[in-house]
């Protein structure tokens, strides 16, 4: 039997939600968004830290181009905490933006770019 292994392609994506920082590697060929796939392990990697919290989008980008901000995306924090099984917090987020902006996060778009992933 003759398996052939796919080399993994690593992306390299930074992501920041307030004053917290970043640096996660993905493997391009196991995941459709490497960003989504890095922001969520952001938040699952920061969950139990006692001053962590979160804003209403999360910004990832690839290290490379990290001066490039065109090349930035903002994800929506709410599908990210719901992605991470945060649900709770989730809710708390939307119910307080929905509260002060009368903005429903769960029926805001992914992430700020939808033309990237067409």
């Known amino acids: 039997m003759n398996k052939s292994i796919e080399v993994p392609k690593i992306k390299t994506i930074v992501v920041k939600c307030l004053n917290r920082t970043d640096t996660i590697d993905v493997d391009e060929n196991l995941f459709d968004d490497t960003y989504m796939e890095a922001a969520t392990r952001f938040l699952e990697k920061n ?11 999360i910004t990832c980008y690839e290290k490379k181009d990290e ?20 649900h709770e917090k989730a809710e708390m987020l939307r119910l307080n933006f929905l509260k002060t902006y009368k903005i429903d996060l769960q029926k805001e778009s992914l992430h700020g770019n939808e033309s990237k992933f067409k």
């Open 47 to 57: 969950r139990s830290v006692p001053d962590f919290s979160v804003s209403v989008v």
């Open 67 to 86: 001066k490039d901000v065109n090349k930035h995306i903002c994800y929506n924090t709410y599908l990210v905490l719901i992605n991470s099984a945060l």
